[in-house]
């Protein structure tokens, strides 16, 4: 028996991995892998036979104190995840060599991630490891965060805790009690590197996609990891989240950067890093109300809902986690969307319903929805972005464990008010199906060929509409886009797409379109080019006001202004004030503006009544 974990879960080129192993065998040695198309041998000049000594387990919550044998890095290994084959080596000489076609393993493998140090070429992809999402799953040495799971109550973070400093955290180790298998692959175990992780990363590699790797522990600590980048990946199950991971991704979206999240349960769940770094803490569950040390609980629901930045919430998800589930993929809404460019997909198609492996589960993820006009939309409920569009849906019915009785998985995506475009895959299993369903794994190329280059914000629809960019149907509108990080504009070229609208314009900068005389999605794209390289995309997708809903929002906006009179600090309407005690408030110079907004509402109101009295209009005055 031989077993081992990396001190760090990463590092650059050039510095010292240290392994901490212990061994049943008199001595070992160590096999490097990185995980490309396949697992590529690392040659290197450290294959010198080491001592072993065995050690006990060590408790799931401290370091385990292992002995420490070091290596050299070469400077020159690519960015990627590695894998060290623990290689036991008896007294006799012969060796027991670990399955060198697949990370996963219960012992004698250790997983670690190279990151990329230096200037990041354009287009380049960051990939972020769910590290922390291992080591919370890994029941090696008796207890994980689920079963058997050991309370800490140090300050200032109280809560379940486990150390990365033991076996198993990626690679497999020991199973927690009671987790199944999976039912449709076998050859590894949930919440490792293997199962999530490892399908996509050989698509990805094998199609020489411009990839750097880094865990979650690198984004906890650095802030500034993401800056050089477009597009971060978050991949299979990214449960685990800190605060400064949390800070790290709002702030990269904020400044106009994407992320795919091709990946489910996601940031469900709170941690502290603890212990340098190098265990995590998570409080599931409150306080008792006399307990003296009081704690908040660790969901993220409750501390700040990850709708706000994933758009989706396992809340409106669910999970399905033993056994063979009902096959179910997303039924595509909004087909020609360039999302879908090239899969042949239209709208009321399903796509990912593979009886093999159905793309739909083990655990999803959801936004609260309702339907309009025949459409799905987004409520908004827990923050969720009021332009997240809904692109797929999978309504989840007998079978699936939900918290709503209306959950579904939501596929979409929105854009930030800086350009950075968020996707959602919204399940587990979405890496899984990217190499073996041809409409998944072209969505994901569609997705990582645009987002990889930088947010190009367009703005638009105008003109607004009391200071919103909305538009009705039959309107004329315009778009434009912003290039004021990009350069001389004269250098530009632009190439817009529109789908949904009739283009009447497209010069430069400047796009004109015509809405459509009906409700439908609208999506707006543009590719910046300078010479013959793409360096901007931006997109927006819009669901146009009916000529009824634009006149109801003309009138709510101007009551609005009558009642604000000039300043919304000090409203001239409140139920529980009297009117007569009011009075003092209507002096002279708002007498104007509260007339000017009156005629406003009138023509609003009598264009409102005017519709509801054609035939078959279907309005409500």
């Given amino acids: 028996m031989i077993r081992g974990y990396p001190r760090f879960p990463s590092l650059f080129p050039g510095e010292t991995l240290i392994l901490h192993v212990s061994t049943t065998s008199p001595h070992f040695r160590v096999a490097f892998f990185r995980q490309s198309a396949r697992l590529e041998p690392m040659p290197v000049a450290f294959n010198a036979t080491l001592d072993g000594v065995d ?85 090696t040495g008796y207890g994980s965060l689920y079963t058997e799971a050991v309370w800490s109550r140090e300050q200032p973070n109280p809560g379940f805790k486990v150390t990365w400093r033991r076996p198993g955290c990626g690679t497999g180790g020991d199973v927690m009690p009671g987790d199944s298998d999976d039912y449709y692959d076998t050859s590894s175990r949930r919440q490792t590197f293997e199962h999530w992780d490892a399908p996509l990363v050989r698509w990805l590699e094998r199609d020489s996609h411009a990839m750097h790797y880094c865990t979650d522990w690198d984004l906890h600590r650095d802030p500034e990891l993401l800056r050089p980048y477009s597009l971060l990946l978050s991949v299979g199950h990214d449960e685990y989240w800190s605060d400064a991971m949390r800070a790290a991704l709002d702030a990269h979206v904020d400044r106009g950067g994407n992320i795919a999240f091709l990946s489910g349960n996601i940031s469900g769940y709170r941690i502290h890093f603890t212990d340098d770094d190098t265990a995590i803490t998570c409080a599931k569950i409150g306080p008792p109300s006399r307990d003296p040390e009081i704690w908040t609980r660790d969901a993220w629901q409750e501390v700040n809902s990850e709708c706000r930045l994933t758009g989706v919430a396992t809340a409106f998800g669910g999970g399905w986690w033993d ?95 800086q350009g950075g475009v968020v996707f959602q895959g919204a399940t587990t299993d979405w890496p899984i199906l990217v190499p073996r369903n041809a409409h998944v794994g072209a969505i994901t190329r569609n997705i990582i060929e645009r987002l990889r280059l930088p947010s190009a914000r367009i703005i638009g629809p105008l003109p607004h509409r009391a200071g919103r960019m909305l538009a009705a149907v039959g309107e004329t509108v315009s778009f434009h886009v912003d290039t004021g990080r990009f350069g001389d504009a004269k250098t530009l070229r632009c190439d817009w797409q529109v789908v949904g609208a ?82 003092w408030l209507i002096f002279s110079i708002r007498v104007p503006w509260i007339r000017e907004r009156a005629v406003r509402m009138e023509k609003a109101a009598s264009r409102l009544l005017a519709l509801a009295r054609r035939p078959n209009s279907g309005g409500t005055p």
């Fill in 55 to 139: 050690l006990p387990d060590g408790p799931p919550d401290r370091d385990w104190g292992w002995p420490a044998y070091q290596f050299a890095v070469p400077a020159d290994w690519r960015s990627g995840v590695y894998v060290a084959m623990l290689i036991e080596i008896a007294a006799d000489g012969g060796e027991i060599v670990p399955d060198s076609n697949t990370t996963f393993a219960t012992s004698a493998k250790a997983l670690f991630v190279v990151r990329h140090r230096g200037a990041v070429p354009a287009g380049t992809v960051l990939y972020k490891v769910s590290w922390a999402t291992f080591v919370a799953y890994n029941g």
């Fill in 323 to 417: 056994g063979k589930r009902r096959t179910q993929g997303y039924v595509v809404q909004h087909a020609a969307h360039w999302v879908f460019a090239g899969t042949g997909l239209r709208d009321g198609d399903e796509f990912g319903n593979d009886e093999d492996f159905p793309l739909i589960g083990y655990e999803v993820d959801g936004a609260a929805f309702r339907r309009k006009d025949g459409r799905a939309v987004v409520t908004g409920e827990l923050g969720t972005p009021r332009d997240f569009t809904i692109l797929g849906l999978a309504e989840l019915g007998e079978g699936w464990v939900t918290g709503k009785t209306n959950a579904a998985a939501t596929m979409g995506l929105y854009v930030s008010p």
């Fill in 502 to 583: 009739e283009i009447l314009e497209s010069t430069g900068l400047l796009l004109r379109v015509r809405m459509p005389d009906r409700v439908d999605f609208i999506t707006i794209g543009v590719t910046l080019w300078r010479d013959s390289d793409a360096i901007a995309f931006g997109t927006c997708t819009l669901l146009p006001l009916t000529e009824e809903e634009a006149l109801k929002l003309d009138v709510l906006i101007n009551m609005r202004e009558m009642v604000m009179a000039g300043e919304p600090a000090n409203p001239l309407v409140n139920p529980s004030y009297d009117p007569v005690d009011r009075n």
